[in-house]
């Protein structure tokens, strides 16, 4: 048995106390996989005093001085369980040009400044993994970045917030509207007292650009990401899906396409949208979470498993841990960032969508015409149209619109140019349709 | 741009020839993925003037001499999709003691013989790689071998065959018998000509030992798996499972346990069993394959897709070129053969199931405490039991009783003696019950 490798754990919450308890449950078997013991150099934490609960860990590890751990020259991995973007990126960065290899969980890091990551990584030749940023212990972004190297991915689309995820199920199973669910999903510990990064939508996008980066070869940031939260979610929009078959849930969707000028480009955008109760992703229930794969030779894909939790999220940590420490004993590094088709990012404008559209119109000729006109000026074409009386009388119409696949701009304007109608009341529902109709 | 990796494609059928279109297709996204061209030097043939449709390849690259085209210095990487035991062993053992890397679709070697192409590999110090050989398409092995190497896996059921998973599948929807849905099956190509690998679950067999292996560190081969097919499964079973909200599927399951003496054991399987319609793998239909695994940390998992075809195996196939091309451009291997844990392999009788049973019995006090009795002394606790009249009067009467997890052993002697019982008038169905109910 070769030399320890060495771990400085930078972060001790739910993950890493998790990440400190299953390096002491499975530590013969880590060392049989890896060929050597894995021993923790250091933990660097902000309070040192703090009550982490019967941890199985010499108390003198706790070290508040994180810089001064990560330069150590008898650290050889870094795992970072911090999350954030400061001083998460300047530990990292240090870390990675020394020669460490980095393992993290930092999603909001990696969407904001992956590059700044990859760079160092290659500037030190040091492995940088981060498979626990995506969907918790799922095998996901090894799937992306070595499985399917061999085949040309066409879209990603992913359930990968469970807070959201949690809430929605709710809302479809009970009627309930956003702030009741919300206020559920809080109770339960399901969402954090501050909702706000993931009921607007901002950790689906920190993962939409990490999926987009890996499965089109392409450098995707955060601020390349269409995001639409779900708080504006109600539940006659969730009646309306449900009326249609369909369910409501906040997608990730990172595609392929081609942009104006027809040259290859991709869109990465989180929003609700509605899908059939038939697609595999309709069945991802509470916390969980799923990603739907589409590529040209293997077809259609999916990834299921728990996307959160202390110790899903150590499981893909520690994965990587393991992968990491067998590169160093064998003086090697993994493949690095794959950047290289260099895709430019279309605005939400011109991402193909389709919409579901639901209208109070006033019942008397010529509203049908009218209002299909507004689709056509608008280059946009209309799927199926349902009309029938409105629940409230007063002798109005409901009509229920879903379309064909346009660029969003078009389906916008053509939904603002709906309101303008004298003869629509209001617009009920707008919702973006995936996954087939 | 470095030197070409050079590949020697041994079989040039379905497989074979995804595997030429797509090298050709995606040559330039290959290469940049790689850092180096990739380039075919031969392909060994059985016979060479056979109409292979119209391949982007050069007809001077065919070669009826395998093993001169392995042994050639100018080839790097040997691609097997021949299939079967022999001569496909010995080449690839030439190939890997040459210090070739290699990358196979071949289960049934590996699963008959997988140590010799381990040991092979460790000589030669090159890559064995075999993504493709269970589940085609979906990125599986790896996961297994790497991203969940910091966990403890506690099971692996799974669904890995597309033919029987058609055919259960179509007589869960038409109520049909097994003989109607393997016509059937075999008129839209789900089924070969002789099907027995299929039905008998010879290929799940072999998919069950590849999975075990790596999900318990442990060498286990197709002999070490129980294997019983679907061709004894009834309409009547079928209907029996849909009474119980439950469908049949051909199952591969791999669990981790203990034997007779306490100490921690694994039992390889593979048999068809009804799992309840809620279960993630009941939604599994016609011929995609999904596979659920278990671990201590990560909790359940599940991964989805197409599990044969062409196209997705050819997917697989590249997706591990381009890994073994990427480690021999830099030197290296990876992970080999990871069996430390070497755990034994029980035998069927101590596997822990549950069976459903239902019996049509005679309609009289005290059937139902001298079937109760027979439970009782093999030590079978009943979880749940329903008394109902049987279809075809004559006074009789249907007993459905679902047992508790027991070993297999005692449950196959527990309808062994109801079989002897005069009150008994026939064993109508025999079911394992997996995934709760």
């Given amino acids: ?83 954030g973007i400061e001083p998460a990126r300047s530990w990292l960065v240090e870390a990675l040009r020394a020669g460490k290899s980095v393992v993290t ?39 992306l970045r070595e499985s399917l190297h061999g085949d040309r991915i066409t879209r990603v689309t992913g359930i990968v917030n469970g807070t959201t995820n949690f809430i929605l199920s709710a809302m479809h199973a009970t ?26 939508g901002f950790d689906a996008a920190a993962k939409a650009a990490i999926l987009a980066s890996l499965a089109f070869h392409t450098r995707v940031g955060a601020a390349d990401v269409h995001r639409e939260g779900i708080t504006e979610v109600t539940a006659a929009d969730v009646a309306s899906a ?53 590529a040209d030779a293997a ?21 990587d841990v393991v992968a990491v420490a067998r590169n160093r004993l064998a003086g090697v590094r993994s493949a690095s960032e794959s950047a290289y088709a260099a895709l430019p990012v279309r605005p939400m404008g011109e991402a193909l969508t389709r919409y579901h559209i639901s209208l109070d119109v006033a019942d008397r000729p010529g509203v049908l015409e009218a209002v299909a006109g507004v689709f056509a000026r608008h280059d946009v074409s209309i799927a199926t149209v349902r009309q029938g009386p409105a629940d409230g009388g007063k002798g109005d119409a409901v009509l229920v619109i879903v379309t064909h696949v346009a660029p969003d701009a078009a389906l916008a304007a053509t939904v603002g140019e709906l309101r303008g109608l004298d003869i629509v009341r209001s617009v009920a529902s707008v919702l973006r349709v995936e996954g087939g109709l």
Same sequence: chains 1, 2.
């Avoid at 010499?58 to 911090?82: M, S």
């Avoid at 077809?299 to 202390?310: D, I, N, P, S, W």
């Fill in 242 to 294: 449900k009326a249609m078959g369909c369910t409501i849930k906040l997608l990730c969707i990172a595609a392929r396409g081609t942009d104006g000028q027809g040259r290859e480009a991709v869109s990465v955008r989180v929003h609700p949208a509605m899908i059939p109760l038939t697609h595999p992703l309709a069945s991802v229930g509470d916390a969980f979470n799923a990603v739907f794969v589409e």
């Fill in 1 to 83: 048995m070769k030399q320890p490798v060495r771990l400085a754990l930078l972060g001790c919450g739910t993950v890493g106390a998790e990440v400190v308890r299953l390096l002491h449950e499975q530590s013969a078997d880590l060392a049989a996989r890896i060929g050597a013991p894995l021993e923790i150099a250091g933990i660097a934490v902000r309070r040192i005093g703090r009550d982490r609960g019967e941890l199985p860990i010499d108390p003198a590890l706790f070290t508040t001085d994180a810089l001064g751990l990560i330069k150590r020259d008898d650290v050889d991995v870094v795992v970072e369980v911090v999350g």
């Fill in 105 to 143: 969980a930092n999603k909001a890091l990696l969407a904001e400044d992956g590059g700044a990551l990859h760079d160092a990584a290659a500037e030190g030749d040091g492995d940088l993994y981060y498979e626990a940023s995506v969907a918790g212990a799922i095998p996901l972004l090894r799937p």
């Fill in 175 to 200: 009627g309930a509207g956003f702030a009741e669910a919300l206020e559920e999903a809080t109770e339960l510990g399901y969402a954090e007292a501050d909702p706000t990064a993931d009921v607007e």
């Fill in 299 to 319: 077809g259609q894909l999916m990834f299921y498993g728990r996307g959160a939790g202390g110790a899903p999220t150590a499981s893909a940590v520690l994965g």
